[in-house]
């Protein structure tokens, strides 16, 4: 299934379209803040929005059945502030609490939504807060609602820009930064920092409104707006610094045009600010052309083929806040719709009149089985039922003292059968064992005692046996667990039946005590 990204730029608004990683169409609208001469100049502009992209759908053929829809910051209200650690139930009076200091509009004028970042070093909360003006997210539900599509989520643009970085293959870990800029068209650039892929601060400005100057030239335009990034960059940077002092940049991707790669290398260094740039042409294919709206307009296009670790909802959160604007002073308003069958309410009620009954049977007879089972305790006669608290305490502190003595006699036993079980698997061929002894007393540690003979025609052979056993016996780690000296304590030749065999024996000792 094909998929759609669409991003409302301060200039343009692009529609890419795509299978796969693939592009199918790349559509470029002028925005309708420019003239359109077919349109009376009454016309509202989200009328001339929705008239150009029904357009381009037209033109294009493009029935896709949803899209990402990319918003540039001008929009939106993005706030990153910390919190104290609050209860889940209390979260979100306290951000709205927090968000009032740091926004220009009144929160009840916003649908918004928030995630939070637990910080470790000091124990707090961090808040990413997005918020967008009622007015404007109920414009770009219209546009889905008219053109029939339903919207994956509404985008900030940066944090396209961090899916096309994903799609790029460069990793989010750590504290990093990213720059998306468009010197040769006119649109917003985001300047952003991410820990570990959540948002910690971000920036957009653009270079529109620039004087033009006297006899102004091409080259000289733009080395106006080289400078300017530069003054920009610089002061973002200043505002991080202070905002997070602890939080060292310590990688800046850079998504731009080939030709400004080399002049940015030389003014990153002199940040002491390490950057990597992004070969666009890799993502976005060979044939394509670099520019900043097709990035952000792919990359929210493959909004669930990458998706990030931001998960700000401001579709999500408007339908939220409608239905809770519903229910004020309406309970019932979640049961508004549904339609009354009595016949269905009869059944339910016997249903639960049944289910009722049979728990109630069940209870009764738990309790006959309960007063039965108490009738038949033992008496205990050292515990007089008369006896006060202090008797039935000191009751109940000895048997806790003979039940730990138990446990103890219990867990500090030796399970002889795991060691036993590694003494077959050592013996070598030729080799048995006759008999065993297992002792210890108070003086004496644990001592095994292995007595056996082998038989393999040759003497040389068979002592050689008796050692290899030995040494099995050393390397087993249970055997060894138990017993830290193992020694052969004689070995010798014996007569059995017109044979002439090897008999020895192999003594064992010094049980580990934490074993």
């Known amino acids: 299934m094909n998929s759609l990204g669409i991003y409302f730029g301060i200039k343009d608004i692009n529609l890419v379209e795509t299978s796969g990683n693939k592009i199918l169409n790349n559509i470029r609208l002028p925005h309708p803040k420019l003239e359109i001469p077919e349109l009376e100049e009454k016309v509202p502009t989200d009328v001339k929005i929705m008239a150009l992209l029904k357009d381009a759908f037209r033109s294009y053929r493009i029935n896709a059945g949803e899209a990402t829809f990319c918003i540039s910051g001008q929009d939106l209200v993005i706030r990153t502030f910390e919190i104290p650690l609050l209860p889940q139930s209390e979260l979100r009076g306290g951000v709205n609490f927090e968000a009032k200091k740091y926004i220009p509009f009144k929160l009840e004028d916003l649908d918004y939504d928030f995630q939070v970042f637990f910080n470790k070093k000091n124990k707090t909360s961090l808040v990413l807060f997005v918020g967008i003006k009622k007015e404007i997210l109920a414009n770009y539900v219209s546009f889905a609602k008219q053109l029939n599509l339903k919207i994956n989520a509404l985008e900030y643009s940066a944090f396209s820009v961090l899916r096309f970085l994903k799609l790029s293959g460069f990793p989010d870990a750590g504290v990093i930064a990213s720059l998306c800029f468009d010197l040769n068209n006119e649109d917003e650039t985001n300047f952003t920092v991410f820990e ?117 909802n401001l579709v999500g959160s408007r339908l ?168 052969i304590g004689f070995i010798d030749r014996r007569d059995v039946q017109g044979k002439n065999i090897a008999v020895f024996k192999i003594t064992c000792k010094n049980f580990s005590e934490k074993k």
């Open 320 to 487: 939220k806040a409608a239905r809770a604007a519903a229910a004020v002073g309406n309970p019932f308003v979640l049961l508004e719709g549904i339609k009354v069958d009595l016949k269905y309410i009869f059944l339910g009620v016997v249903v639960c009149i049944a289910v009722f009954g049979h728990g109630l049977m069940r209870t009764q007879v738990t309790q006959q089985e309960l007063a039965a089972i108490k009738n038949k305790r033992v008496k205990i006669i050292s515990v007089p039922t008369s006896g006060n608290f202090q008797e039935l305490s000191t009751a109940s502190s000895n048997y806790k003292k003979k039940i730990a003595a138990l446990d103890n006699l219990v867990k500090n036993q030796m399970y002889v059968t795991p060691l036993l079980n590694t003494i077959p698997r050592a013996l070598p061929k030729g080799v048995w064992l006759e008999s065993f002894n297992l002792s210890q007393t108070k003086d004496v540690p644990l001592e095994l005692v292995l007595n056996g003979g082998v038989y393999l025609g040759v003497g040389d052979q068979e002592f050689e046996s008796v050692n290899i056993f030995l040494k099995n016996l050393k390397r087993d780690p249970v055997f060894s667990g138990y017993f830290k000296e193992i020694a």
């Open 196 to 312: 570990n892929g959540f948002s910690l601060f971000s920036r957009d400005f653009d270079f529109a409104g620039e004087p033009a100057g006297f006899e102004q030239t091409a080259e000289s335009d733009l080395m106006q707006k080289q400078d300017k990034l530069k003054n920009e960059i610089r002061t973002s940077f200043d505002y991080y610094n202070r905002k997070f002092p602890d939080k060292e940049v310590k990688n800046i991707f850079v998504v731009s045009d080939k030709e400004s790669h080399q002049w940015l290398k030389s003014f990153f260094a002199e940040l002491s600010i390490p950057a990597r740039f992004v070969e666009t042409q890799k993502v976005l294919g060979k044939t394509t052309s670099y520019s900043s709206i097709l990035v952000k307009s792919f990359a929210a296009a493959l909004f669930k083929s990458a998706p990030l670790k931001i998960k700000i």
